[in-house]
Each structure stands twice: as C-alpha cells, then as structure tokens.
C-alpha cells in the first residue's frame, strides 16, 4: 500500500525568506510524486512532479522539490516566499505500473505573512 | 475555456434526496476521477474511470453511481443523500492514467450541503 505524509498542518513564513514544505512518502515500488496547491474556493492545481532522472523537480511560480530516495522525502521549497503562496498544498504519490490510483496526503496550509 | 468544469458549483438538499454532478473535460484527456474532500480538507479518491471504464472504485457506498456517457463526461449521481454525504466534490482528468503524463487537472469543486 502506498501512502504520503505531510507532518506539518500549517507553515508560517515571513514574506521574502525561503520555505519549505515537508512531505514523506511510502510505496512498494519506484514512485510518481507530484505536489499540488489548492487555493480557497478552487480545486487543485498542479505544481510539479518526480518521474525520472534528476533528483531536483523545478515546477510552476519558482517552486521546486527535491527527490530523497533514502529518506523517502520530496519537500516542496521556494527561495523567496510571496504573499500570494499562501494556499493549501498537497503531496501526492503513484506507484509506477498499471492503474494505480493517487495518494494525496492531509494538506499543508502555507500562510505567508507580510 | 475552461479544461475541467462541473456543474452545478453549488448543491444544498435535503436528506432522502437523489441529485447528480456533472463533469465534462475538454483537454482530450482519456481518465476521469471523482474525489471528495471534507471538512478537514481530506482528499480522497471515489473513482476513475479510463476510456468510459471503471479502473478504480474505492470504499464507497452503492448509493454512488459514476456514469461515463463518453470519455469527456463523467456525471456522479448519488441516492439517498444522508448527512455525512455534505463535501467538496471534485472531478478530475488526466491523459492516461498509469504514465508518466499522469498528471491531474480538477474542476472547480462542487460544494454539496445535505440539511
């Protein structure tokens, strides 16, 4: 069975320092791993995702990951927080093969403040 | 245009009831999704649905009936509305679930309240 962990309910970070946003993930397997953000109201939007190849993932508004197969981590950071970040953000994870579905974890609620 | 739509954006019934949600996705996608995501904000996965055929079909009550007239639709009827049923429902596509492309992309959300 698969699953993802996100330790932390909310993140608070002061506008213009770095964040990061922790996620741990656990398969059978090699895995897909995506980060999505959900703003109030709206559904999930992707960010970036993990296939293949090199550990570092850039993605969408400057956020990247960073793939950790010992420690089974794909954190989600930004050099420079905005206050536009603010926003629900979701780990998720996909065994590779076949039709398998996606395992989101619990959230991460990311407040930027000015 | 829009990729992933739903209708209706808002849902409020009453107990008993049977309502439907529809989802058309015009991105030429092959896979399908219903999730629902509660008050804690919890996302969880009800079905999917490749090419108008149901591969995923979580713990969900019978009373949830996906239908895929095609594969650009996929509509979620549920009978029997009880309490617990109240949620965001989300659909989804992707272009083939299983691959490397598999990335989601989700409508707007339906927020159904059952008094």
């Known amino acids: 069975a698969q699953s993802v962990a996100q330790p932390e309910d909310q993140v608070n970070v002061a506008e213009g320092n770095p964040l990061t946003v922790k996620c741990t993930y656990s398969?059978?397997?090699?895995?897909?791993l995506f980060w999505y953000v959900q703003y109030p109201n709206r559904g999930l939007q992707f960010l970036l995702k993990y296939i293949t190849g090199d550990n570092l993932v850039k993605g969408s508004y400057g956020f990247e990951a960073e793939f950790n197969k010992s420690q089974t981590s794909f954190h989600l950071k930004k050099p420079s927080a905005l206050v536009s970040d603010s926003a629900l953000y979701f780990c998720?994870?996909?065994?590779?093969?076949?039709?398998?579905?996606?395992?989101f974890g619990t959230g991460t609620k990311l407040q930027v403040i000015p | 245009d829009t990729a992933v739509s739903q209708t209706p954006k808002y849902l409020v019934t009453q107990m008993g009831n049977d309502k439907s949600i529809k989802c058309e996705q015009n991105?030429?996608?092959?896979?399908m999704y219903w999730y629902k995501q509660d008050s804690k904000k919890f996302l969880k996965i009800m079905f999917s649905y490749n090419n108008k055929e149901l591969i995923i079909n979580e713990t969900v009550p019978n009373r949830f009936s996906p239908k895929s007239p095609d594969k650009a639709h996929l509509n979620l009827h549920i009978n029997s509305l009880e309490l617990g049923d109240s949620a965001v429902y989300f659909c989804?596509?992707?272009?083939?679930?299983?691959?490397?492309?598999?990335?989601?992309?989700f409508g707007p959300g339906t927020r159904l309240t059952v008094l």
């Open positions: 998720a994870v996909r065994d590779r093969g076949g039709y398998q579905k996606v395992t």
């Open positions: 991105l030429g996608h092959d896979t």
């Open positions: 989804a596509s992707s272009q083939e679930i299983g691959q490397a492309t598999d990335t989601q992309y």
């Open positions: 398969v059978s397997g090699n895995p897909y």
